[in-house]
């Protein structure tokens, strides 16, 4: 049974649609990669697994359970999906340590000593133990997306969406991030990600999906994607993209 | 590569040439003379007032000495334009254009300079000329010593009836204020109501103004007579009724705060899991506060000094006791000390914030 699978999914803006009954299905442990021009409900359909956006018609469900529409507790289903943004959104407010630890605190009720320890531990591990104590303005792009990694992991999700994580940042600072993405894949965690970074993509998905018009035009494993694809439109897609030097 | 060779040269024109600068060197100097004749006049007319009051003493005369000086030292930068405009031509008479242009523009900021503090210098001298006029019955009826070394102690002991109307208002306005915004902000349908309820009191409270509200609650709850309610000491009700109109205010405040909060702070917060009202609390509402904290301290600004308009109900509070003061020697001086106490809580206030926001953002740019 997949972990995640999206059924005849419906997403519109006003009359503008966006996903016309998409399907798409993840397997527990899978790295999802989902490619496609700007404009074609990457990052809608991420956000919509995680309850940001309701959807029109069409069915989400998480290991079997129904996830999408009414009666949902849309609350529990995030502690199970995190989800990390392009622009980081980290809490400008607080300290490293503290936009790590609130959410383990507030929702899960850890108690604060262990909230800390865990989220110490998490820092360390992606060698940013130095700033706990630091504000989010201090970090280069790099640094805080990294924290927003660890802040959404503190929750122990189930599934991680990645929501063109890199886009944001100088191309120096994209290789440490992808590095614990890179991490996180090797560790069996399931990853659903938006991305522009074919290369890697094509290193670490195990499935990649070509979304166009609101729908996966073309899925495959990423050598069969990037090697020899069959769609006109994917083909055409990766055309331009070598073309950009961006594979 | 055709390009450069098709260019041809630019036509660059002649080469800016030093800006006029005599004709205003002369007239910062002109200027100063016609400065230093009205300080002189509006002077004498001074000396002339204290001598007949029996106020002359030497401390006086330093001090008219010392404005006269203060004005005569307007000559120094008026020199200093003059100086560097007479360097112009013998600059452009040996060919060197770049100094030309650095003396006439030295000798204009110099003009300018004199300029502005000239203007700053007749605005004083027209003010002590209106306190001096009318054989100085304006400065008399504004700021009589004796009247205000005898009653500021009165005064002031009735000032704190109006700190103590603010204080509780002001505690009282950041809670309902709050209240009222999150109201304003609950989303969905079964918010509908609410939120209209809410956008309604806005909007009556807003536009009443504040010295009715005062009258109508002040008055009204005890004509009513309601039990608790209606026989609660005046300055009470004074309290409610700031309350109700600030609250409005306030309201308007916190809520552009936290629209001012970019959503997707809500959807990172929501996203890992926190409720709506956890979201605002813990992510939504500290950003925001942090934000209004100075349009804040506007709108409490205006509700201390808006505790004058409590003296409609019959509050014996400063502005109500100076009143009685003012009309019973006939001079206004009373009136300026509360006016000039409400200054005096005002400034320091200002300064607070300034450093709490400093504080803040030093805070926030900083390390561990």
């Not at chain 1, 997949?2 to 442990?29: C, I, Q, T, W, Y």
């Not at chain 2, 000094?305 to 100076?322: E, M």
């Amino acid at each position: 049974m997949p972990l995640l699978e999206m059924l005849g999914v419906r997403k519109a803006f006003g009359s503008h649609d966006v996903l016309r009954g998409l399907d798409l299905s993840v397997n527990e442990h899978q790295v999802v990669c989902l490619i496609g021009p700007s404009g074609c409900g990457k990052s809608t359909l991420l956000r919509c697994i995680n309850g940001l956006e309701g959807i029109q018609d069409g069915e989400i469900r998480l290991a079997g359970d129904r996830v999408s529409g009414p009666g949902v507790d849309i609350d529990r289903l995030r502690r199970n999906v995190g989800i990390v943004f392009q622009s980081f959104n980290l809490f400008p407010h607080m300290s490293v340590l503290e936009n790590v630890t609130l959410a383990p605190i507030c929702v899960l009720k850890q108690p604060r000593a262990e909230a800390e320890a865990r989220a110490m531990a998490l820092l360390k591990r992606i060698g940013l133990e130095a700033k706990a104590r630091d504000y989010p303005d201090r970090l280069s792009g790099g640094q805080q997306q990294r924290v927003a990694i660890v802040r959404a992991l503190a929750m122990d999700p189930k599934v991680m969406l990645l929501d063109e994580i890199t886009s944001a940042l100088d191309p120096e600072l994209v290789s440490d991030v992808l590095d614990i993405v890179r991490d996180l894949a090797r560790q069996g965690m399931t990853l659903m990600l938006a991305t522009h970074e074919m290369g890697f993509a094509r290193e670490v998905a195990s499935k990649v999906c070509f979304l166009f018009e609101g729908r996966v035009h073309e899925e495959g494993p990423p050598d069969k994607m990037f090697g020899d694809p069959e769609e006109e439109r994917t083909r055409g897609f990766l055309k331009r993209i070598i073309e950009a030097g961006r594979l | 590569m055709t390009l450069a060779s098709e260019q041809t040269q630019l036509d660059w024109g002649a080469p800016s040439q030093p800006k006029a600068s005599g004709g205003l060197a002369w007239g910062a100097l002109a200027a100063v003379v016609a400065i230093l004749g009205v300080a002189t006049l509006v002077l004498f007319n001074l000396r002339g007032l204290l001598a007949r009051e029996v106020l002359s003493s030497s401390a006086a005369d330093a001090a008219m000495v010392a404005v006269l000086a203060a004005c005569t030292l307007l000559v120094w930068p008026a020199s200093r334009a003059i100086a560097a405009s007479f360097r112009v031509q013998p600059n452009l008479a040996a060919g060197d254009l770049v100094a030309a242009r650095i003396a006439a523009a030295s000798s204009r900021e110099w003009s300018f300079i004199t300029l502005g503090y000239g203007a700053a210098a007749l605005l004083v001298l027209g003010g002590i000329a209106f306190f001096t006029a009318n054989d100085g019955q304006v400065s008399k009826t504004f700021f009589d010593a004796k009247l205000i070394r005898d009653f500021t102690p009165l005064v002031a002991k009735a000032f704190m009836v109006n700190v103590l109307i603010f204080m509780c208002a002001e505690v009282l306005v950041l809670i309902w204020g709050l209240l009222v915004a999150i109201a304003r902000l609950i989303p969905g349908e079964a918010g509908r109501p609410v939120r209209f309820l809410a956008t309604v009191y806005c909007d009556i409270f807003r536009g009443f103004p504040v010295i009715i509200t005062v009258y109508l609650v002040g008055f009204g709850i005890p004509l009513a007579g309601l039990p608790f309610l209606g026989d609660l000491p005046l300055p009470c009700y004074a309290i409610f009724a700031l309350t109700l109109v600030y609250g409005a205010y306030v309201a308007e405040v916190y809520r552009s705060g936290i629209d001012s909060v970019h959503w997707s702070q809500m959807a990172a917060a929501r996203s890992l899991g926190l409720s709506h009202l956890q979201a605002l609390r813990h992510v939504i509402v500290p950003q925001a506060i942090r934000r209004i904290i100075p349009p804040l301290l506007n709108d409490f600004i205006g509700l201390q000094k808006d505790t004058a308009l409590v003296q409609v109900i019959g509050v014996l509070d400063s502005f109500n006791q100076s009143r009685i003061i003012a009309s019973n020697h006939f001079n206004l001086s009373a009136v300026t000390i509360v006016g000039l106490l409400f200054v005096l809580i005002t400034i320091p206030q200002a300064r607070l914030v300034d450093r709490l926001v400093e504080h803040d953002q030093r805070r926030m740019r900083a390390g561990g």
